[in-house]
């Protein structure tokens, strides 16, 4: 149900500009929310999110994210608006942000190192090391509230690292994040949430959908 496309259509893709005019080539906000809506990861509905908010949108980054060629473009088009903060590594919250993360290292010819949770807690593992020297910026595929981004931030300055920023596709935070360091999206989205007890859209009668399964009610 995530995707309008019928079986056996190619994946739809950002038609990117040929090599020698991406410097000069800017991602609209409409080619983005195109992109989004065409890859079934932007719908329209009403929605129980994970936090148990309801709301009238779902956003889903992976589902763009499939395509390679639309996370090498996405990649590249974050990087080219953080390239100014001289980042050496970039650094991803498992699992959301591992793609665009390693797209944006891609881009900027950085290392990709990702913190996932253990008993919980965000940290590094498998051998990934930060120093004094790196400086690192905070890659995630969507910003909500913040809070895994600052989580992810809060794991370079515990391993000593040079914080010099942070960056995600997509801002639904309304500017609210608050992440203290220099952040950049690449697109603002607005999707209002409402706790299930005043929530229009149930007192309006409209069955509510969890996101990736049938209607619970
Ligand atoms: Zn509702």
Redesign the pocket.
Known sequence: MYTTRTPGNPAPTLQMPAARDRNDRRMTRDELLDLYRRSGALLDG???LTSGL??SGYMQCALVLQDPANAEALGRELARHLSGLQATVVLSPALGGLIIGHEVARALGVRAIFAERQDGVLTLRRGFTLSSSDRVIVIEDVVTTGKSTRETLDVAQAAGAQIVGAGSIVDRSGGNSQLGVPYTALLQIDLPT?Q?ET?????AG?P?VKPGSRPIA
């Open positions: 009403h929605f129980r309801h709301s409402y299930p929530c229009p859209l149930c007192a409209q509510v």
